[in-house]
């Protein structure tokens, strides 16, 4: 099936979303019940973290917070921070202080003024256009960011999403003093995420559309660690300390082989990490090629993650001959989501 569908359903009672390109299922999302990225909390510095130039919070529940470059702060104060990502089990969830209230067309910025326009968005009469509305809707307290999403959307929405957003940075900033810690937002689940940051001209709704897209048999082939890139296989395999990639050219050895494998495997490496949730370091076991084809392969790698949402710097060669990602810890691993939802599945 051509096309971009966006499907919203249920696994288990948790909700979940996933994004269809074409009859494939190319981006997933499925609440795990922990903290999500995005919530805000008010939280207490608990003890600076010497050496690092951080500081430890705590957080309700029991639940523990690292901010990194959190000078001139003191224990017992109060601060509000919001999560960054996921945390490694054992570790404090990452946080910042520098609060973002994001939504489908816009991003409010507190500390931050002035009204941006997203770099995505080129037409200079639109740019012009949308800054107008953002000026005619704003209180001017926060910045503004107005998302590539904002281009040619309704300028009623465009400012309802202002005025909301608005309110809500307005509540939160308001309720920054305190004794103990608190929740203050949620973050957005899976649908409102889905909404949020996906495009496409269907979303469908009903439940069992999992089931009715092949979404779930998509999903099925998660567990394996094996991934058919045509030109070859490669398997993305977790462990403790990173992620490692083994790319292979199956019964051909040749160099065109090698190369043709290599390149497919650039490509289809952003979609399988963010299928399965992972981050963190990635080291990429590529089948062996002269050293003089490395830079086509760095540039197919550069173009393949530029086009994928979450953060990822590409570190380079080893002595070794490994290719090192660092990979930012955007959402938690799909395994054990999946592991727990077995029977849903």
Do not use: Y
């Not at 001209?201 to 092949?214: D, H, L, N, Q």
Request: net charge negative; hydrophobic share 45%.
């Amino acid at each position: 099936m051509k096309g971009r569908r966006i499907v919203l359903d249920h696994l288990g009672g948790r909700p979940a979303a996933a994004l269809m390109v074409d009859g494939r299922l190319d981006d997933l999302l499925i609440d795990d019940e922990g903290v999500r990225p995005g919530a805000i909390f008010r939280g207490l510095c608990d003890r600076p973290m010497k050496g690092q130039g951080g500081m430890f919070l705590r957080l309700p529940d029991g639940d523990r917070a690292f901010l990194r470059g959190a000078g001139g702060l003191k224990p017992g104060q109060s601060l509000l921070v919001q999560v960054t990502g996921v945390a490694e089990p054992g570790k404090a969830i990452p946080v910042t202080d520098r609060l973002l209230f994001k939504s489908r067309f816009v991003i409010v910025t507190p500390g931050a003024p002035g009204i941006n326009v997203s770099r995505a968005i080129q037409g200079e009469e639109v740019r012009a256009a949308l800054r107008i509305i953002a000026e005619e809707a704003t209180d001017g307290a926060h910045g503004l960011i107005l998302r590539s999403a904002a281009e040619g959307a309704p300028e009623e929405e465009i400012a309802e999403d202002i005025a909301s957003m608005e309110a809500l940075a307005a509540a939160v900033l308001a309720d920054a003093a305190g004794t103990e810690p608190e929740a203050l937002t949620e973050g957005d689940g899976p649908h409102e995420l889905a909404w949020r940051d996906w495009t496409a001209p269907e979303v469908v709704t009903e439940p069992g559309g999992f089931a009715r897209e092949g979404v779930l048999d998509e999903i099925e082939a998660l567990g394996r660690a094996e991934i058919d890139l045509g030109e070859g296989f490669m398997s993305v395999e977790p462990t403790r300390a990173l992620v490692a990639v083994d790319v292979n050219t199956g019964a051909d050895t040749s160099p065109a082989a090698a190369l043709k494998a290599n390149l497919a495997a650039s490509r289809a490496l952003p979609r399988a990490l963010r299928l399965r949730g992972l981050g963190g370091q990635v080291a990429v076991d590529f089948v062996s090629m002269p050293k003089a084809q490395r830079k086509q392969l760095e540039q197919s790698l550069r173009a393949s993650f530029r086009a994928d949402a979450i953060e990822t710097s590409l570190v380079g060669w080893t002595q070794m001959g490994l290719f090192e990602l660092q990979r930012k810890r955007e959402r938690p691993p799909m395994a054990p989501i999946l592991a727990a939802l077995k029977e849903h599945l």
